[in-house]
């Protein structure tokens, strides 16, 4: 069965790569957009020295980050399964011998690898290369931030997949799904660190999944205290689990009522 | 293989709200109308039976399609195919199972029709040896080799529909469902399908359940037919039979040697006359036509002798503008 799994990322590896132009204009824009924010951002630093506990070094690496896992964590939407459901197609999965959160994981996980390989990578190294900064990372934090990106990906995943299950029980949830996806975008420190935020929605969204999803990757980044890393780490553990039992009880649920569109 | 009793699927059709707090309404609406797809169906199928499903847009094909997949759990009734329920043991049902919905594809749109295919080797677990004789068998009779290796975007809808058929195969599945598989499709590529059909159902003794509305593919494929319409189940038998009872009248065009004033002959009317072909129309009421040559024999003398018998085609029209003038009257 782990095979079917690593086939079909495989293939979804491969159905990126057809677009390699639509991979380098991406980069261009993300790159174009990044030295945007980060000057928007080194202008709030001037102006209010300090601010969140960053420096100018960290404001370089944490723009440079976001704009590189524009692509991988799918910021714009994801809005696939919503689709299917929507038009029917998700007739064609039902109708094969696989789990169908599995299925869908083993898909994104193919997109991921392609999207960080191909676009991620290359543009936080450009970004680091113009504005000369260094990464200092030791091996054992290059590993823990390695673990700690396949976590947020994978609970990013979960947290799209449960916006797109509401597509089992409204024929509108596009509306819906894309207020979610804005929310979280916001929470999770994309748009501004989460630094940035007042102190008690700081403390309010440590409470929430949202900051396992970026922040704390980024965090790893940026070389927080060893003693620390562990604890981020299973946060981020407990936050997937709580997400993948949410996500299948939706899928199981919404499955059981669904109506296929169509024919 | 297949066994239904008294299927019943009803849906409950929620009221729309426009408007920006609509959507937030409809989430929490719960004025609805109970319709009813499937009303009490019961029917069997046996292993290798090619039955076609038939009846107009609406009557209740997808829904019971649907149920006899595992995707859809109906509201009361029994269902069980090869001893297993579809929808309770969803993944063991699908493993023996294949469809083909017309309409979608289940290929991977922007990469070659191959990687589909492997994909689903590994989805279905399929051994090598079979992955590669059922490969070898579609190249033989879907041409499929010829674009095994264009994306799926680049075919041709014919193509693409050939490549459908073999990915819903490819797993020697004991039961397949096909929803409209002609659909669109020139003379040319409804052939071949047909052909395909026809040779794995005989060959593997693979059960096929087909909905159509090309009529050519049952005359072609379905021994057995069933008509559903509003859904009831109204007809579930052969296809002669079909055509025997709905099928209206046969048509007798006789060439006589000799000129005669009176032609009538009891139990046919005339319907057509062109000098000395004339042509009868008369039901035969399971006694065929021999009483009335015996008849014509007796009274004059004929050249030739041709007989017409309703096809498919005529007599399915016939059957669904019969219900629709039914449905009608039950409104006034």
Redesign the interface.
Same mark, same amino acid.
């Given at each position: 069965?782990i095979?079917?799994y690593?086939?079909?990322a495989k293939?979804s590896f491969?159905?990126q790569m057809?677009y390699r132009a639509a991979n380098l204009a991406g980069i261009a824009t993300n790159l174009c957009w990044g030295f945007f924010r980060a000057y928007l951002l080194l202008a709030v630093l001037e102006a209010s020295p300090g601010v969140g506990g960053y420096d100018h070094d960290s404001i370089i690496i944490y723009t440079g980050f976001s704009q590189a896992l524009t692509a991988p964590l799918k910021v714009f939407g994801w809005w696939d399964l919503l689709r299917t459901i929507k038009s @029917?197609?998700i007739?064609?999965d039902?109708?094969?011998?696989?789990d169908f959160y599995g299925m869908w994981y083993a898909r994104d996980c193919g997109h991921a690898v392609y999207q960080l390989a191909a676009r991620g990578l290359p543009l936080m190294l450009l970004f680091l290369a113009i504005f000369r900064i260094p990464l200092r990372l030791s091996a054992s934090m290059g590993l823990a931030f390695l673990i700690s990106m396949t976590l947020a990906l994978q609970v990013s995943f979960s947290w799209r997949m449960i916006y797109n299950a509401m597509a089992f029980?409204?024929?509108?949830a596009k @509306?819906?799904a894309a207020m979610a996806n804005i929310v979280s975008l916001f929470l999770m420190g994309f748009i501004i660190p989460v630094g940035f935020f007042p102190p008690w929605l700081q403390q309010a969204v440590q409470l929430t999944p949202f900051p396992a999803m970026f922040d704390i990757p980024l965090a790893i980044l940026m070389d927080v205290p060893g003693t620390e890393v562990l604890l981020l780490l299973s946060r981020q553990v407990f936050w997937m689990l709580i997400l993948i039992i949410a996500a299948r009880c939706l899928l199981h649920i919404g499955t059981?009522k669904?109506?296929?569109q @169509?024919? | 293989m297949i066994v239904a009793k008294d299927l019943v699927k009803e849906?409950k059709i929620y009221q729309?709200h426009r408007g920006a707090f609509?959507?937030i309404r409809?989430?929490f609406s719960t004025k609805h109308t109970i319709v009813r797809a499937v009303d009490q169906i019961s029917f069997q199928i046996a292993a290798g039976e090619l039955v076609g499903y038939l009846g107009p847009n609406g009557a209740g094909k997808?829904t019971t399609i649907?149920m006899l997949?595992?995707?859809?759990?109906p509201t009361s009734g029994e269902l069980t195919i090869g001893g297993i329920v579809p929808w309770r043991e969803?993944?063991?049902h699908?493993?023996r199972?294949g469809?083909v919905?017309g309409?979608?594809?289940?290929l991977?749109w922007?990469?070659p029709v191959i990687?589909t295919m492997?994909?689903l080797r590994?989805?279905?677990?399929i051994p090598e040896r079979q992955y590669r004789r059922n490969m070898d068998m579609f190249a033989d009779l879907l041409g499929l080799s010829e674009f095994l290796n264009i994306?799926v975007r680049s075919l041709s809808l014919g193509q693409r529909m050939r490549a459908d058929l073999a990915a819903a195969f490819l797993h020697d599945p004991e039961i397949v469902f096909l929803?409209e598989p002609t659909i669109g499709l020139d003379v040319l590529a409804k052939e071949r399908i047909r052909q395909f059909i026809a040779t794995i159902n005989s060959e593997k003794k693979t059960t096929v359940i087909l909905t159509t509305h090309d009529l050519g593919d049952v005359a072609k494929l379905c021994r057995r037919v069933m008509m559903i319409d509003r859904g009831k189940v109204l007809f579930d038998g052969a296809l002669a039979e079909l055509v025997s009872r709905f099928g209206g009248e046969r048509r007798l065009i006789v060439d006589f040697a000799e000129e005669y004033d009176d032609l009538s002959i009891a139990g046919a009317r005339i319907v057509a006359k062109e000098g000395r072909k004339v042509t009868y129309a008369f039901h035969s009421n399971g006694n065929g036509v021999a009483p009335l040559i015996e008849n014509l024999s007796r009274n004059y003398k004929w050249a030739d002798i041709s007989l017409q018998d309703p096809d498919v085609e005529t007599t399915i029209r016939h059957i669904y503008e019969q219900w629709e003038g039914d449905h009608s009257s039950e409104y006034c």
């Open positions: 069965m095979r079917a690593w086939k079909l293939t491969k159905r057809i @029917g197609e007739i064609s039902f109708c094969k011998p696989i029980w409204t024929l509108d @509306g819906v059981k669904v109506v296929i @169509g024919g | 849906f729309h609509g959507a409809n989430m997808s649907k997949t595992g995707i859809l759990v969803r993944v063991k699908v493993r199972m469809v919905f309409q979608r594809t289940t991977w922007d990469l990687e492997e994909l590994h989805i279905y677990k994306p929803d």
